[in-house]
Every structure is written in C-alpha cells, then in structure tokens.
C-alpha cells in the first residue's frame, strides 16, 4: 500500500511568485487536508477536498487555493507569495471527511 | 473555536528517564484526541489516539488516556529512548469535523 507522497519536497520562491504543491493521496482514501506548519509552531488547517470539492477552510485568505483531481490527487496553489508563506505544508489524506488522517512529509516552501 | 494547549519545551532527558507530556484541550462535542510524532527533517506520524472518554491509547511504549472530566490527554512514557527524540503535538478533532487542531508541539532530546 503506497503512502501519502508530496512534490517537490524543497522549493525556494520569491515574493510576489505563485506556487503549486502536489499531493498523492494513499489508495482508497478520498478526501486530501492541506495544513501549513510554520518552523516551531503546530499544523494549521489551510483547506480540506472531498471527492473534487472544498470541504472547510481554515482562516487562510483566497491566494490560497487548491483543487483534488478525480483520482483523488491534489493541489495547493498559492498566489502573490509573502515571506510569511514561508512553511512546511503538509497534506493528509483519509477516507472520509472526519475519518482518520494520514499525512505525507510535506514540502518545504521558502519565500525570499 | 476548538483549541489545544500542551506542554511546549524544549525537553532534554537522559535514557530511561520516565517522560510525560501534559496536553489539555476545549471542544465541543465529543472529539476524538491524538498524538503525532515529528522525527528531525519527516512529516507527521500517528503514536496514538482515543476516540472516546476512558480510552487509553498506547503505541511504541508511550500510554495517554482520554480524561474528559478533566479535558486532558497526557502523554506518557515510562523508559524513554534515544530513538524518541522527536517533536510530539497533541490534537483534536470534532466528531465529524473536516480538520485536526494541533497544539504548538514539544520538542524533545534523549540523550544517552
């Protein structure tokens, strides 16, 4: 049974830039969770999709954004980068929208 | 909204040493509670959870029970190894909510 997997795993951006994040949800799970882990702080909730529509969002403004594809896969996309975007993101999947999450080992994202 | 308030370190300890880490939340409902563990450069990892009030959940050696009288679920464990060095976040989710609300995360280092 493959994991959660995540691409890039390093990304380095400049302010102002867009980004796309990938996620590779475990086999038989349909719902992907993104969260933002900024250095020294827990996970926050950016947004969750559940078979291809956002299912809750966290306090994040609209610059980010995402899509699940309907092979369950997802992207995070975010726009008009700031500093502060600098983060590990993390994407959990699971089969259900309250059901247990697993989670992948993330993309190091930072912005210059 | 749902919060998590534990211990946050950092926490050094010699092998052996006996290891809790406090962990209390608010939420309503009757939300299902978790430990994560973060090794050094990884994602999130699963140690533990309980679904419901009196539950123990137990992995790898660490225990922590659902305390809804007092809303807490403390970690603990009785040798600690250097293996276990890690960063260790308690979380909750709300029986059926979409997201997992993490606390700020404790580091710790075991030494030898």
């Keep these: 049974e493959t994991g959660v997997t995540q691409s890039p795993t390093h990304l380095i951006k400049t302010r102002g830039q867009q980004v796309t994040l990938r996620c590779s949800s475990q086999s038989g799970h349909n719902t992907v969770s993104w969260y933002q882990q900024a250095l020294g702080q827990g996970p926050q909730f950016i947004f969750q999709y559940y078979r291809e529509e956002e299912n ?40 259900g929208t309250g059901a247990e999450q697993y989670f992948g080992p993330g993309t190091r994202l930072t912005v210059t | 909204g749902d919060s998590v308030t534990q211990m946050e370190g950092p926490v050094t300890l010699s092998e052996e040493a006996f290891l809790t880490i406090n962990c209390t939340y608010t939420a309503t ?29 137990s992995n790898k050696g660490f225990e922590a029970t659902y305390r809804k009288e007092t809303t807490s679920f403390h970690l603990e464990k009785g040798s600690v190894q250097v293996s276990d060095s890690a960063v260790y976040f308690c979380a909750v989710n709300r029986g059926g909510s979409e997201k997992l609300v993490f606390g700020k995360g404790m580091k710790l280092t075991v030494n030898p």
């Excluded at chain 1, 954004?65 to 993390?90: R, W």
């Design chain 1, 56 to 95: 809750g969002r966290g306090n994040f403004p609209p610059r980010f954004s995402g899509l699940q594809f309907p092979n369950y896969s997802s992207e995070l996309n975010v726009n008009a980068l700031e500093l502060d975007d600098s983060a590990l993101y993390l994407c959990a999947s699971s089969s």
């Design chain 2, 29 to 57: 409902g009757y939300p299902s509670l978790f430990w994560y563990v973060q090794y050094p450069g990884e994602g999130l990892q699963l140690l533990l959870k309980a679904t419901k009030a009196d539950d123990k959940g």
